[in-house]
Each structure stands twice: as C-alpha cells, then as structure tokens.
C-alpha cells in the first residue's frame, strides 16, 4: 500500500502582524499632482489585492470612488479616469468615498482585475470627470504571492518534507511533514545566522507550545509568534532544545522574500449578527428579512426589522408597513417605514407611497415630512447596527396618529403587510426595491408572542458584474430617440453608474444609457417620447441636457438651479420648452417576475421587453454644442433624478478613443452589440477642479 498523506490546515493566533512589511512597493500618490488631500503609499499584497498605509482623503468630493484602469497610452489617468473600473472600498462597498486620516486600507480588485493587468489607480470624481490622485503601475509588475523556498534538511530522527512555502510574511505551509516523535524536547524554532537553541519557538499547527509529537506525511501550517515575520528570520528548524540537536531545518535570504511573498493581514474579527430575541413576536418575510413586535400599553407598537444587505456600507434600507389596500396586496398608498443604518446611526423614516414614482413635489414615494398629505415623523428610533451585513434598526411609534399620511394599525386583528429591500440615493431617499412583497402576508400584532423566525444567513457581499456598456455616435446619424425603459435589475443602471435606480431609465435608441458621442457645431435632434401628462407623475420625464450628473432640476431650490446649467430642454427662466416633451413611451417587461430582470447582457435582457407608447406625439428637441459647452455633459429627466447618464462633446470626431467602438444607429434602431468594457479613455475631457 502507498504512503498515506495527511492535510491539516491551521489559523494560529498570533500578535499583531508587522507594521512595517506591507507588500511589493508601487508607488506614493503624494509624488504626482493631487487634490482634495489625497496622499498615501501603494502596495500590492498579491495579484487581487492593493494596500494603501497612510492614506489621506478629506472626503469632500461629491462623487469620489476608486478606479482602477489598464490603458498603456500616458502617464496619468486624468480625463479617462470614468472608463476605468469602480473598485470597492476596503469595506466591499462602492458607496461614495468618506473621509481617511493615516488610514491603512486593503482593496480587493474587482472581477478580472489584477495588478498585472491594471496600470493605474486612482480617487476619481465621477460627477465632474476629475482625478483627485493616483498611481502608475509599473510594466511587467510582478505581484508577491506565496513562495517555496525549500525543504526540511533531513539530518536526525527522520525529520523530511516536501515543500516548504511561505504563504504570508507570518504563515508557513509544510508538505508532507515526516518525524519519527523521539526526540525528548523537539520544538519549532526560528532565528537568524546558523541554527541556534537561541531562536524562538514557533506554535505547532494547532497553536501549541508543547514539544512536538511524530508526523507520518501531514501537511500542516504554523504561524509566526508576534510581531515576528519571514523578514526578520533566516531559518526554520525543528530543535531538540535537550540534545541540542537540530532534526531539520530549511534556510533563506531576505532578498528572496522581501517583496516576493505577500503580507499578512489579520482576518477582521468576527461578531455574532444582530437576532431577534426568542421571546418576542417574529414573523420571516424573506430569507433576508425578518420583522419582530411588540404592542406597548396598547397605545403604540415597538418594532425591530432585520434585513440581509447586498453591500457593505450604508447604502440600504429595510422597508417595513401596512398595505395601501384592506384586502390586496398594494404598494400605492401604503404607510411604510424605511429604516436603515448610516455612519452608524439607525433611521426609521415615516414614508406615505402615493404613487409608484420617485418622490418629486410631495408626490411619489415620499418621507411624511416631504407627503403632499398632513403628516409628519411618526416613528422614534430606539436603537440598531450593521454587524456581519445583517442591520437592525428598533423603532416605536403610536398605533393610531390621526395624521392624514398614516394608517391605524389595529392592535388586536389581522392587517395586510407590504415590505422590501432596496438602495437609498445619494440624498438619503428610497429608490426602487430590489426585492419587495409579492404575496399577501397578514398580520395580528396583537397576537400572543410566536417567534416564527431563524437565523439569517451571513456570507460574503453579493459581486455584481455590470453590463458592458454601449456607446453610440452622432456621426453618420444626428438624430436619437429617447424613451423610457426599464433599468435592467441589479447589473443595469445601478451597476453601470454606480447610484441607486428608481427601476426605470431614458433608452437612447432602444439601448439602456448608453454614453452619446457628439462634436460641437454640429445640430443634433432628439425625439423625445418621455411622457407629456404633468398630472401623472410616474409617466412625465421631460427631456434636458445639463451639466449636472444627478437631473430632476425641477426638484431644485433656487440656489441649487443656479448651481447647475441646462444646454437643452429649458429656457432661460428655467422653464421647460414644448419641445421637450412628447408621447410616453415606455420598454416594459414582458413577464414581471423578479427573473426577468436576471440577464447575462443587456442584449438577452432587451429580449424580454416590449414597447408600448401612449396616444401622442413625439417631441422634437434640437441641440447645438459650442464651445462653451463642457466636455461632458448629461441627458436628464426634468421631474426625476438618476434617469440618465453621460454625452461626450469633442471637438472632431477623431477624438474618439481608439479602443473598438460599436457602429453609428441609425434613430430607433439598435446600436451593435460590438460593445466597449469599460476602459481608460485616452483624451476625452478636461480635468475639472472640484
């Protein structure tokens, strides 16, 4: 019979890891122009990971990320910075960018991403195109990954191994690990120069200091004590501290480590998730949700929402409420509360849902304090936390506030329910649910205590992989439709731009917001078909170009207009013209199951929609860019916010980067599905000082 070989894989608790090795050195953002503060020293872990030690950002830039690009044209990522990579930040979370001070921080590239394959880094502005600081990687880096640097020397009591290979600067793998278990005091040591009873003792794989039993071809990880790394030593050996006898040993140099093997870099601790207590009313509305009650005094009603997040960060909410109708299930009209937990703090904030719409002039889905109807915040928040990606956010309010915008909740019989999970926007408002009611539940809060819930799943965040996105041209064809479409689920709109989606966006020749390229003098026709019924908040998206990335200027104070400028759609007053109004038409699902939203490409998804315009006719809006028109520049929705994305103004059409393009469509026709991943763009626009 063969030799057996035994695997036993071990996670030592050490001291903290070294302060001072962080990996293969890259490069300082404090070398090259920066703004906003942004300073810090790069390194690579390994190929997937990049560590930031001193980083500083004074997080006052409107719309800051990490990007990441692999362009081999110039120096400097400025004006391309939009076509690389968002990367989420050391938490998993690709909200905007905060504040750092001297922190040290670990970012994992996203999807195919690695440090090979990249050539720069940077805290990229999105909203005004602008490269806060950055890094270039060198050519033909090459990352530190785990090294063999030999095996056990076989000299007393049948010490062998196969290799030996460091697998961080503190953890070490040994092969097929042989020892006959007869030396009386056998340990681990490690030390520099020869081989000495004067190293240091390394814990055994299960941690232990005890002196060493036999091994019969186990592979087992040991882990370095303290601040102690593969840099501070020359050798391994296992010592027979009586005998002063060294069994084995395996040796190596600094030079072959230092730079070549990655960093370790603690797990971050594990605290048990937020759960209901056990002697409370419970009910599971989701295997991501889960809603626990209690009715206090019989004049108001305690309640503790728990939900599963997506994504790290404060990104969320938990919707939570009484359906908008007594005997169906109705998001209209419903009385919810949206509880989620940012920089820390939990929310419970009063929503009435008048209609189906974004929240725009007191109509849509709105806050109490922001309702068209008399109401204000009903809900006191008690207390709540993300821990593990599970939130929970503990609020009361009374069961009956007499206010026009709430519904009484009954305190002894069954009342239809409506939930859901979705993304707050930037502003801290609701935007569309990713997952929401779709059968009716009922509920007794006056029942007694049933807990009908378990545990919620923890894991790792979702990765949501983007659609490639489509880029269209007016140079053989100056005429676009606009329409209203769907915003393509969790790899749409919110993945593509990076911001929370009211589930609809403007299709610019039948294709989900894709980036316009236009040349200034030249005349361009939009016919728009966005809705021209004020009355119907939900179906009235008037069509206007802007220099501001968010739309809805509608929505604007009268500061907030003069911030921003409209190239098209409004007149000088800021009042819409006729023409940019027209017949709604709308890219509906065919089938409204959550599946249909699931698709591998925009293309397979477009599949699953159909067209249905309302009676009317289109609008016609006209658009010369000029010289005063920026580089970039935005299709809005007059009514609505996140409706639209990016119009590219060059001044010839030769400045369209090199990189494959799809052809020109023609107005209402698809454009090809040669599609662009995105990627650094080469000369595009100028860098703007936010």
């Not at 992989?465 to 749409?492: C, L, R, S």
Request: aromatic content about 10%.
């Amino acid at each position: 019979m063969g030799t057996t070989i035994w695997t036993i894989v071990i996670v030592l608790i050490s001291g903290m890891a070294d302060a001072q090795y962080h990996g293969k050195l890259i490069d300082a953002f404090q070398n090259r122009p920066t703004q906003h503060q942004v300073s810090g020293t790069v390194y690579a872990v390994d190929n997937k990971r990049i560590r930031i030690v001193d980083f500083n950002y004074d997080g006052q830039g409107p719309d800051a990320f990490f990007y990441v690009g692999n362009s081999n044209t110039g120096d400097t990522p400025r004006d391309r910075g939009d076509r690389g990579t968002l990367t989420p930040d050391e938490k998993g979370s690709t909200n905007i960018l905060g504040r750092y001070s001297g922190a040290t921080i670990t970012l994992t590239l996203p999807g195919s991403a690695t440090v090979q394959n990249i050539k720069w880094l940077s805290v990229w502005c999105r909203a005004f195109a602008a490269n806060f600081g950055h890094i270039i990687i060198p050519t033909n880096t090459v990352s530190p990954a785990p090294k063999v640097i030999g095996q056990f020397s076989e000299l007393a009591h049948a010490v062998s191994s196969g290799d030996v290979t460091f697998l961080d600067s503190k953890t070490i793998k040994i092969e097929n690990l042989k020892y006959d278990g007869a030396g009386p005091d056998a340990f681990f040591l490690v030390g520099t120069g020869d081989p000495s009873g004067s190293g240091t003792k390394v814990p055994d794989e299960n941690g232990s200091l005890n002196k060493l039993n036999g091994y019969t071809g186990q592979t087992i990880t040991i882990r370095l004590p303290g601040e102690l790394t593969v840099l501070d030593i020359e050798w391994l050996s296992m010592w027979c501290i009586g005998a002063r006898q060294n069994f084995g040993d395996v040796r190596w140099t600094l030079a072959n480590v230092q730079g070549a093997v990655p960093p370790y870099i603690p797990a971050a601790p594990t605290v048990p998730a937020p759960t209901p207590a056990p002697n409370k009313n419970c009910e599971s509305l989701h295997d991501k949700l889960q809603v626990s009650w209690n009715l206090e005094n019989n004049t108001h009603i305690s309640i503790e929402l728990f939900g599963r997040l997506s994504v790290l960060g404060d990104g969320e909410y938990m919707a939570f409420g009484l359906s908008g109708k007594n005997d169906s299930l109705s998001m209209t009209n419903a009385d919810v509360t949206v509880a989620y937990v940012k920089n820390g703090m939990p929310k419970a904030d009063d929503y009435f849902l008048s209609q189906y719409a974004q929240c725009n002039q007191g109509i849509g889905v709105c806050p109490d304090v922001k309702s068209n109807r008399t109401g204000g915040e009903s809900n006191t928040v008690i207390s709540g936390e993300t821990t593990n990606l599970i939130s929970r956010v503990k609020y009361i309010r009374p069961l009956n506030t007499s206010e026009q915008a709430d519904i009484a909740i009954p305190a002894n019989q069954e009342v239809l329910i409506v939930w859901g999970i979705g993304p707050l926007n930037p502003d801290g408002l609701a935007a569309k649910h990713t997952i929401r009611a779709t059968t009716n539940k009922w509920i007794n809060f006056g029942r007694t205590a049933v807990n009908n819930c378990g545990a919620i799943s923890t894991g790792p965040p979702e990765v949501i992989v983007p659609w490639n996105v489509d880029y269209i041209t007016g140079e053989n064809n100056t005429t676009f439709t606009a329409q209203i479409g769907q915003a393509g689920g969790k790899q749409g709109y919110s993945a593509i731009t990076g911001r929370a989606s009211w589930g609809i966006a403007w299709y610019i020749n039948q294709r989900l917001i894709p980036e316009i390229y236009v040349i200034r003098g030249e005349t361009y026709t939009f016919i728009v078909e966005g809705g021209d019924d004020p009355s119907n908040n939900a179906e009235y998206h008037p069509f206007y170009i802007t220099d501001d990335p968010i739309g809805g200027y509608i929505q604007y104070n009268a500061t907030q207009k003069q911030a921003v400028k409209v190239y098209a759609g409004l007149d000088q007053n800021g009042n819409l013209v006729n023409d940019s109004v027209g017949r709604f038409c709308e890219w509906q699902l065919k089938d409204l199951s959550a599946a249909s939203t699931e698709a591998a490409t925009f293309d397979e998804f477009f599949g699953r929609l159909q067209l249905k315009c309302k009676n009317g006719t289109a609008g016609k809006l006209t658009w010369t860019p000029d010289i005063d028109t920026p580089n970039t520049v935005y299709y809005q929705c007059y009514t609505h916010r996140y409706l639209g994305w990016k119009i590219h103004v060059l001044n010839n059409y030769n400045e369209i980067p090199t990189t494959p393009m799809p052809t020109t469509a023609a107005a209402g026709t698809s454009v090809s599905t040669t599609q662009v991943v995105p990627c650094l763009i080469i000369a595009l626009a100028t860098l703007f000082t936010v």
